[in-house]
């Protein structure tokens, strides 16, 4: 799936390194793909475990290879993804709320467990945020970095995204550890990460309609 670098092989681009976090966080699981430069350079999954009193299944992936833990809250997941910054932007998918006279109609309840488990991960992911706090929404990222429009077909739109993945380099690759589904969260989050053209090693930045 994903092209691999050794550690021995990174390098500046342009001059200037940036480090862009692109976070895809569920009420019980999520991905972030830190990206520097074209440069996919650190990745976690995290699922929740009932079996085990609910406690989060991570899995982490860098420059030293991959490695699996358990962590007891999500609060402690922004932990472990915090201590792999500082971060020049965070990127971390808006939520869409369809207006209250439109044809779907959203229960608030419904929206409080991804709001406060997206609390809980972003509290220590912003303390070592140094610029810009990104919130697009998922048709924002998907035109701007798949070129895709709303009505594009769910597998066009997967053939898209790995096609995209393909051109970043990876340290380690999640598609040989992770599951299909986390591999989708790990797919959504680099190109959050993408939607910051720095990421990418272009210059520049864009802000989201949301801030």
Known sequence: MARTKAASELQEVHGKLVNVLGLDPGSRDGAAVVVRNGVAIRWWTWRYLRAKGGRYAVTRGQVSGVDKFDLPTMHDVGRSIASGGPFHHAVVEGLYTPPANGRRRVNPQSVIPLAEACGEVMGPIKGVT?????????????????????????????????????????????????????LGAVCEASMMALWVPDAAGCSGSTRGEND
């Open 130 to 182: 140094l610029g810009d706090l990104y919130r697009p929404l998922a048709s924002e990222w998907r035109r701007k970095v798949l070129r895709l429009g709303r009505a594009t077909a769910a597998q066009a739109e997967q053939r898209a995204i790995r096609e995209a993945m393909s051109r970043l380099v990876w340290v380690a690759d999640p598609s040989e550890v992770v599951s299909t589904k986390e």
